[in-house]
């Protein structure tokens, strides 16, 4: 194709740059739109607003209420833009550590970790547990998290798996986010007492791994 200039001399784009041009500019905009929408929604979830409006959402991320009203209609990718920053943020805190030393010192470490990967999603859970029986996308994220729960709790403590079901029953709901977050929110304790209250039901069921 011949190469053509303008009367000035240069180059002339090719016929149907200008518009590819503009359909370019509006997919990059569309796209911050999108990304400022997720942040919103992230930082105000991150607050403790479980359930953000409209509105609220718009503000926090300087667009206009139809152009979150038009995000909102994909509610399903919405979560899923805010579960990809959660699982780089948080995942890491869940299955980072290694087991090392004896069975009570593993039980320790394992709350411990455990305790710190729920205070960071907690927020987030308990937003998405107020949509998950309507959105397909959460329900399968929760069974997910129950199914890493149960491999990190094996990990941990390996001793569960000749344990009577009766006790690793047991020990998968002490470790579980639902009794963490009855003593943070039912029983309204602290971090330290919430974790010195899972610490004592995790060991005393597992001195009966020993027996």
Known sequence: MPIERNAAGRLRPPPGAAAESVADGRVRRAHRSDEAIVTALFALVGEGILDPTAQQVAERAGVGIRTVFRRFSDMEGLFAGMDARLQRQAVPQLIGGTPRGGLTQRAR?????????????????????LKRWRSPFLRERHALLVRTLRQELLRWLPEVNDAPPRLADALELATSFEAWDRLRTEQGLSGPRALAAMEQIVLSLSRELRK
Request: no cysteine; net charge positive; hydrophobic share 50%.
């Open 109 to 129: 470490d394992l709350v411990a970790e455990r305790i710190a990967f729920f205070e960071k999603i907690a927020p987030y859970k308990r937003a998405g547990n």
